[in-house]
């Protein structure tokens, strides 16, 4: 698959992530000119000044990695990411609103999406699909694209199972091509990589993105 490094995120979310890590991240990013990063808040500014020109989204998360604050505060948190340097925003939707049966996702997600646009950022809205039947699944994307989503997101990394190829084959049944979808948790290896784009995924989140690429060149050299 020809320009598999313009599908991935690198990742890097860890409570015990230090400044060296982010480093690395950056390197890397450089180095195989992956099409975005995600990292906390708290390193998005430092993120986005080391990477300057390059062509190279910074991305951070909002909510992470329940949900469960308040509109306000994601608000605020949005805000703030945007004012740092961040180009996207991954949101963890009200997944208790949802679950509760309440309309109140919809709101919110529409309120963000505004900020974002209004900025010209993207939103991305995490689902977290672990916790969704299929039915639930095609209710979650369809108020994400709604509520003017750019991307609907399928994992935290938080929930017991992350990204699964019957999920995505199933939101990209649901979305219109305008609505990306990104699969995340524990993408770990080229060959699931490759299955979740198959299957219609536009954005690959992953800590292992480099060891993609590493596998990448590997089968190269064994052709």
Known sequence: ????????????????????DVDLLVADAMEEQFVGVCVPSFW???????????????ATVIGFPFGFEDTAAKVAETREAIKQGADELDLVWSQT??????GWPKIEIAQIAKICHAEERSLKVIIETAYLNPQKIREACLICQDAG????????????????????LLMREILPSTVGIKASGG???????????????????????KAIMDAVRAQSRLK
């Open 44 to 58: 998005v500014k430092k993120v986005k000044r080391e990477l300057k020109d390059q062509d190279i989204q910074v």
């Open 97 to 102: 609103a949802f679950h509760s049966g309440m």
């Open 149 to 168: 989503a750019d991307f609907v997101k399928t994992s935290t990394g938080y929930a017991p199972t992350g990204a699964k190829v019957e999920d995505i």
């Open 187 to 209: 993408i770990k290896t080229l060959d699931f990589a490759k299955e979740l784009i198959s299957a219609g995924a536009d954005r690959i989140g992953t800590s292992s993105a």
């Open 1 to 20: 698959m020809n320009n598999l490094n313009r599908y991935l995120e690198s990742t890097l979310l860890k409570p015990t992530m230090t400044d060296k």
